[in-house]
Structure formats: structure tokens, C-alpha cells
Nanobody, 115 residues
Framework: VQLQASGGGLVQSGGSLRLSCVASGSVSSIAIMGWYRQAPGKQREMVAT???????KYAEAVKGRFTISRDNAKSATYLQMNSLTPDDTGVYYC??????????WGQGTLVTVSS
């Protein structure tokens, strides 16, 4: 599986961004797609995940502000990020997981929120 993430950029505090991740390869074997982020000097952390059947999970810090969605026809997942704060700054990575194929990571897209 190959994952191509896009949509990062520079935005002011309170603004919005939408990240996209398109999967290719053995996409039919993907059960879960998600977004993780890594802030400077910090460990990578889960932001949001979405499973087959559209069951979603969010980190407490983004609940109510971020929305993850999935378009199976396009083999894509999206992360709509609203009310961004400087604490949301980091590199955002797309991840996929399937029982038969394991876990894959995209290349990351940088999100910078200015105060």
C-alpha cells in the first residue's frame, strides 16, 4: 500500500485546513485508516482513525474540532480541521492498517498554525 498525503500548510489560529490521503495498491485489504501527528520535540500521536463501517475515534485534544471521513470509492481519507490552534502544529501522517497486510505510513504533510 502506498499513501499520498496532502493539504498541509500555514494557517492562522482559528482557521481551518483539510488534509487528504489517497491510498493505492492493496486498498481492498485496508480495514483502518487514520491520521497521526508529530509536533517538534514530541512523540507521534494518534489524531483520528476510521474503520470499515465508519466507526471513528479521536484524540481528546481534537474532539469537536476535527472530523475524519473516508471515501472508499476513491480509497481516500480526509481530515477536516477547524478552530486550529498553535498546539495543532506538526507533521501529519496518514496511516493504513489491514489484518493481512499490516501497517503503512504516508510521507507526512506539515501543518503550521500561527498565533
Amino acid at each position: 500500500v502506498q499513501l499520498q498525503a496532502s493539504g498541509g500548510g500555514l494557517v492562522q489560529s482559528g482557521g481551518s485546513l483539510r488534509l487528504s490521503c489517497v491510498a493505492s495498491g492493496s486498498v481492498s485489504s485496508i480495514a483502518i485508516m487514520g491520521w497521526y501527528r508529530q509536533a517538534p520535540g514530541k512523540q507521534r500521536e494518534m489524531v483520528a482513525t476510521i474503520q470499515n463501517g465508519d466507526y471513528t475515534k479521536y484524540a481528546e485534544a481534537v474532539k469537536g474540532r476535527f472530523t475524519i471521513s473516508r471515501d472508499n470509492a476513491k480509497s481516500a481519507t480526509y481530515l477536516q480541521m477547524n478552530s486550529l490552534t498553535p498546539d495543532d502544529t506538526g507533521v501529519y501522517y496518514c496511516q493504513s492498517w489491514g489484518l493481512r497486510i499490516g501497517s503503512f505510513w504516508g510521507q507526512g504533510t506539515l501543518v503550521t498554525v500561527s498565533s
